[in-house]
């Protein structure tokens, strides 16, 4: 079951979506102490407790308890992750014999401790939206020490928090996820012309609507991921498991990666995937892209978008969750899509669009 539940997280609800490999192992002898040379090849700890049940191997006494402990040692390494297990047991009252009955989980509290471990992964997990510092050559950076992450939801300028710049083997740097205090903060500085793809401008607003504005306020826990192969169809199962589909466009900007040309764009397509199931709610987001009319070689950019166009995007999301998973009706009109440029009114290129190459695009519903 374990095995089982962690799969459909990354493969359904993609809560460790960064493209790399993660597999769940078990081993009943572990410690929470780390070797020196175990610590040098990447290897954490996570320790958690949950409700289990046990049954005494000798006398058959079946009892519970919310204070069943779980080990879990983890790592990344390259493009591969590595989550290793223990459950440990409990001894019976009555027997004092010192033999531990292995503990048995329900499907909630599996669940439940596997998203609190994936919470734990996200924090030290390689950040890929940037790789090298050319990535940044755009961007004026400011580095400050001491940065409470959680303070700089959204400045004026947004404020993007690391915890740590790594030197690649390549010589750049990778940038990785801050959610403590011990931290620096990079402040990015960026024109319309080089807005970049950045998914913790998402996650940042995502929270922000749900936390203080509480476009959600129904009690559940949503959380917001990201895949860049999903399509517009879902299948029999996936329907039985109560995903829906919402596809929107909104005005983003492109940077050729070819030839560095920069356009803005009205019709860039995003699309949606979403469930509520029991408590917790998932949203798996996907950014199409567009091809450069001078290149012509097949190559998508990948979008950028406003702080304003984030929200309205996501705006647009919460109306829909609200009416097809709560069954509310909007008084106001926020989901319908506004025209914001001058640019909503040119002629869309299909054969440049990445979401019209898979049958997907907005347009011909306008």
């Known amino acids: 079951m374990w095995n089982e539940t962690f799969e459909e997280l990354l493969d359904d609800d993609n809560e460790l979506d960064h493209g790399d490999q993660w597999t769940l192992n078990f081993s009943y002898t572990q410690g929470d102490t780390l070797t020196k040379e175990e610590r040098k090849r990447g290897w954490k700890i996570f320790c958690h407790c949950a409700f289990g049940n046990l049954k005494c191997p000798s006398c058959s006494?079946?009892?519970?308890?919310?204070?069943?402990?779980?080990?879990?040692?983890?790592?990344?390494?390259?493009?591969?992750?590595?989550?290793?297990?223990?459950?440990?047991?409990?001894?019976?009252?009555?027997?004092?014999?010192?033999?531990?009955?292995?503990?048995?989980?329900?499907?909630?509290e599996v669940e439940r401790a596997l998203l609190r471990l994936?919470?734990?992964?996200?924090?030290?997990?390689?950040?890929k939206w940037?790789?090298?510092?050319?990535?940044?050559?755009?961007?004026?950076?400011?580095?400050?020490?001491?940065?409470?992450?959680?303070?700089?939801?959204?400045?004026?300028?947004?404020?993007?928090?690391?915890?740590?710049?790594?030197?690649?083997?390549?010589g750049g740097y990778k940038y990785r996820d801050c959610v403590q205090s011990d931290i620096y903060k990079l402040n990015v500085v960026s024109s319309p012309s080089t807005r970049k793809?950045?998914?913790?401008?998402?996650?940042?607003?995502?929270?922000?609507?749900?936390?203080?504005?509480?476009?959600?306020?129904?009690?559940?826990?949503?959380?917001?991921?990201?895949?860049?192969?999903?399509?517009?169809?879902?299948?029999k199962e996936e329907r039985k498991r109560g995903w829906k589909i919402?596809?929107?466009?909104?005005?983003?900007?492109?940077?050729?990666?070819?030839?560095?040309?920069?356009?803005?764009?009205?019709?860039?397509?995003?699309?949606?995937?979403?469930?509520l199931r029991g408590e917790r709610g998932?949203?798996?987001m996907r950014p199409f892209g567009q091809a450069c009319r001078s290149c012509l070689d097949g190559t998508y950019a990948r979008p950028g978008f406003s702080e304003e166009e984030v929200e309205r995007a996501l705006l647009r999301l919460c109306a829909k969750i609200r009416k097809n998973c709560y069954g509310e009706m909007d008084d106001n009109d926020?989901?319908?899509?506004?025209?914001?440029?001058t640019n909503n009114f040119k002629p869309h290129v299909k054969e440049l669009c990445e979401a019209c190459s898979q049958g997907i695009c907005r347009e011909k519903e306008d």
């Open 118 to 127: 994936c919470a734990k992964i996200r924090r030290i997990a390689t950040e």
């Open 246 to 275: 919402f596809c929107q466009r909104v005005f983003g900007n492109l940077k050729c990666p070819s030839c560095s040309k920069v356009w803005g764009s009205a019709k860039v397509t995003v699309l949606f995937r979403y469930r």
């Open 334 to 341: 926020v989901g319908r899509e506004q025209p914001n440029s």
């Open 130 to 170: 940037m790789t090298t510092m050319s990535d940044a050559s755009n961007h004026t950076l400011q580095i400050i020490p001491n940065h409470m992450s959680r303070t700089c939801v959204r400045p004026a300028v947004r404020a993007y928090a690391v915890k740590k710049m790594n030197r690649s083997l390549l």
């Open 282 to 284: 998932a949203v798996i």
């Open 61 to 108: 006494k079946v009892w519970s308890s919310a204070k069943v402990t779980m080990l879990f040692r983890y790592r990344l390494r390259g493009e591969r992750g590595a989550v290793i297990m223990r459950p440990f047991g409990q001894a019976c009252r009555s027997c004092h014999d010192d033999t531990y009955a292995r503990p048995g989980f329900s499907e909630e």
């Open 197 to 235: 793809w950045l998914p913790s401008l998402w996650n940042e607003t995502f929270e922000e609507l749900l936390d203080d504005d509480n476009e959600l306020d129904h009690g559940d826990q949503w959380t917001l991921n990201f895949s860049y192969t999903q399509g517009d169809t879902l299948t």
